[in-house]
Structure formats: structure tokens, C-alpha cells
């Protein structure tokens, strides 16, 4: 039985009609998609029959894999004193957002026995080969595990870490290197897959129908979080919680995502082309990443299903309460009206820190003392709300009841459904990123990766003119 208070909760008050927001939306707006979400509800239902939504479907699956993922984690944490992931893209934000939402901030500085003897976590979810370098020259390979992660293992810049972190390894290990590599790829092809076979890598499967940007709660993530003694059968079981909530009931007022797509659909009509996600918990800053990536790649489309050119898309844009209030408020509450803003915040903090009272300070400061930050932080973020309505600006707050595995797997859920949801009344792909393949090819045309000869060709001529000032 889940408890109520563990659930999420969504408070939409500053996208509503009121005498302080004229510019809200009724109950009678919303009412008025509920055709349209049950629509695609029922077809997202009919895909996930037909075994095509598996980032739902396979949920109940995961669990019955964690037993050997977690003696897999538990044995690597006792062995290697730093684990690091080979990713990117989802292969990287999802981990390192449940991360950083779950463990401790500075987690990787904590002495072993703070970090009950977890390893240490790296994400490497860029090529710059500086950064690439400087991580080597801390880490001492002989405590260290690297989870390689690609489905198809044509992801050039994962594969490119991958080869030369076996060769490093290969100098540095001998014999023993297969043992600090673990990959986490496709179950039958894909070009990860034989080498790992062949040269006796410990695996572990991404499931053929989930993408990256939907892969946290498969293998891609769950080892890692396993790894950093994340309770990673809690994060399931508030997975599955919210996606059984949204798939078994109907009703804008009562389905999460039904709510959440509504909104944003309706914020879009109304010419809302840039979406802020905007988290008021410093653990929860890299799900903003996470997020944009999951909206952007799935919902940036040039044509709908039936081949229309349409162009759609809701530009993601990261922020962080309070920090952001000093760089990017300012634009959202009187610059142009394109943005709607998703607050993400806690019910409570499960600490406080109180602020010194001294009498003897001016006026100006001392009102501080005896509150705390906690207080402060909610006072800021309920001022930018009321700041945001005065100004006539859309926004809505997605709130935790704290920061626990169970709340992340329903928030994680939640915005995964939203996102499918969308992609049905926008009529568009959200599952796919052909945006994404244009540029992968030229990649492969330009580092002679055979077959794409023409794509080298084609960038060498259009870069033939350059305009440069120097």
C-alpha cells in the first residue's frame, strides 16, 4: 500500500484563471482536450499491447533483473573504488540525475565509510580531450570500473572513449583488464555485442525498444545507481506506481499526465514555444538536463506521422531556483510571452540550517536572523511565483514530498508519459530523432567510416566558402 504522502503532486494554480491571472486557462479549457487525451491514451494503451511502449511495459521485467545487477553492483563497489560511465546523451543524463537526486551533493568526496564503502561515480558524456585526460590522471585503473554504454555501439564518441580506455586498461592491467568493463548494449546485434563476447566483458542488456532518452530505468541506469547504493528497487517500485496510475484512469482533473499534457498543450496553442524546467533543489539541477533532452529529441519534429512538414517543437530551457532568479527572471517575467515555467520543488527539506541572529547587524540584514535556509528558499520561490502571475506568465510546480527514490521513479514516470501523450496530440514520432542522424552520418563521412563517402563529400562542398573574421 502506498502511502499518500510519498506520492508527487502537481499544483497548476498559476496557469488558472483568476482575478490575479485573467490570462488562465478554465476548467472548462481543459475539459475540452479530454477527448483528445483519451484518444491517445487509448492508442499509447493499443502500442503498449502490441509490445511498442517499453519504456512502461518493461517495467515489471527490470525488476525481476535486479537480483543479478545488485550482487553484480555490490561486488563491483567492494572491488573497484571508482566507478565511471561511458555515455551520452540519455546513456548519461539519466544516471547522473538520479544520482545526484538521491546521494549525497559532494558524494565523490565523502570519505569510503560515509559512502558505506559505494564507489565513487564519473560520467564521461563528452569527448574534450582534456577532460578526457584529466579524469585519467586522477583515477587509478587498477580501482576503477568502466561501464561502457551504447545499444547499437555505433555511437562515435562513446566507442571512441571505449577504445582507448581498453587500451589504457590493456597497459595499465594486463590480463585482468576485461574485469574493470562492463557494457551495457543490445541483447542480439549492434557492434558493442561481439567484442564483449569475445573479449569476456560482464553485460548487460538495453532493451531493442527503449531509446536513451528513455533508458533510466533499465540497465543504463539502474547499475549505476545500484553501484552508488541507490535503493534501486524503491525507484522502481514509484515507477510503477505512477505508470499504473496513468495507464488505469481517465479524467484531466485525476491522470497526472493527462493534467501535465493538457497544460502544455494548451500552453503551446497559446503560442508558448519555450518550456523552463525550473528545480528549486540544488540535488535535483541535472534532472533539468534530463529533462530537456527527453522533450527536445522527442517532441522537435520537421514532419507528423503522415508526412506533413510541420516543424514542432517546444524549446526546453534548464534553470535553476534560486540561482536563476538572478540571471534569467528578469527575461520571463518582462520579456516576450513565449515560456511556460514547471517549478520543481520539495514538500520539505529533511534538514534545516539556521541563520544566526545578531542584534548588533543593520536592520537590512538582521530581519535574517532566527529563520532558516529552508524558509528563505521557500520564500523566494513563492515570491517568483506571485512576481511570475502579476506579470501574467504562465507556470505550474511539480512537488515532492522528498527527495527518495520511490518520488524519483514517479517523476521520472510521469514525465516520460507526458511526453508520449504530447507526441499523440501533436500527431508526431516522439519515439524517434531523425534530426539526430543527419549530423551522425557526417560524423562518419568526415572520420572515413566506410560507406559514407557521400556525406564527406557533401560537407567538404558546403563548407567550401567560409566567412571569417580575424
Known sequence: MVNETSKLCIDYTGMMYSSQNPKGFSKEDLQGLQAKLDEAQDSLHARRESGNLDFSLLLPSMLSQLPELCE??????SRFDNFVVLGIGGSALGPLAVQQALNHYYYNELAPEKRSGRSRFYVLDNIDPLRFRELGQILDPQKTLYNVISKSGNTSETMAQFLIV???LRHSCGESYADHLVVTTDQQKGNLLPIALKEGFKRFVIPSGIGGRFSELTPVGL??????GIDVEQLLAGAIEMDRRIRE??????NPAQLKTALSYLSWQKGKNISVFMPYVDGLKTMADWYAQLWAESLGKRYDRLGKEVTLGQTPVKALGVTDQHSQIQLYTEGPDDKVITFLTLKEFQVTQKIPEDLTLPEDIR????????????????????ALTKAGRQHL???????TPYTIGQLLLLLEWETAYMGELLNINAFDQPGVEEGKNGTYGLMGRPGYEAEKLAIEAYGSERHILT
Open 166 to 168: 581498453r587500451d589504457y
Open 72 to 77: 553484480y553492483a555490490d561486488q563491483a563497489a
Open 223 to 228: 547499475l549505476a545507481a545500484a553501484i552508488c
Open 249 to 254: 484512469t481517465k479524467g484531466v482533473f485525476v
Open 397 to 403: 510546480k511539480i512537488i515532492l514530498s522528498a527527495l
Open 367 to 386: 530581519f535574517l536572523g532566527g529563520k532558516t535556509l529552508e524558509e528563505l528558499l521557500f520564500a523566494e520561490q513563492k515570491a517568483t511565483e506571485y
